[in-house]
């Protein structure tokens, strides 16, 4: 077999660190698919949160009203929520709350998390989130 590498070799090669260099980028996506105004839904009840890469997933019933159905908000990664102040067990199935999110723009109960209020008032906001943070 010859030291060098044949075109074809070459070909294959440039082809394979092309795609490995593109992936990471055509894998994460925009906000596009969101509205660019939040809506407040209030009486939401936690039925899940899932703490894990790329995003933090909370998902949320809503009994009554226009909204009333299952939610899901897509948040930040559990890195970035936690420069935010969150951690693991900020929000537990059951809590009740306001969650302020960028619905979809296809009408779907799913949105990108902009901040979650608790009953006593406090506020933790979404990596993301273009509200000040509390107390700044």
Known sequence: MSPTMTPIR?????ECATAALGAPV???HSAAAYIDTSIEITGATITNVVWANPHT???????????????SAEAGSPSAQT???WNRNSLRPGDQVTLALFPARNGAKVGRLSHV???????LLDSQSTRERPGQ
């Open 10 to 14: 070459k070909l294959f090669a440039c």
């Open 26 to 28: 055509a894998a994460h």
């Open 57 to 71: 997933i909370i998902s949320f019933d809503v009994k009554e009203g226009e909204r009333a159905g299952s939610w």
């Open 117 to 123: 209020i608790f009953a006593d008032g406090k506020e």
């Open 83 to 85: 420069r935010m102040g």
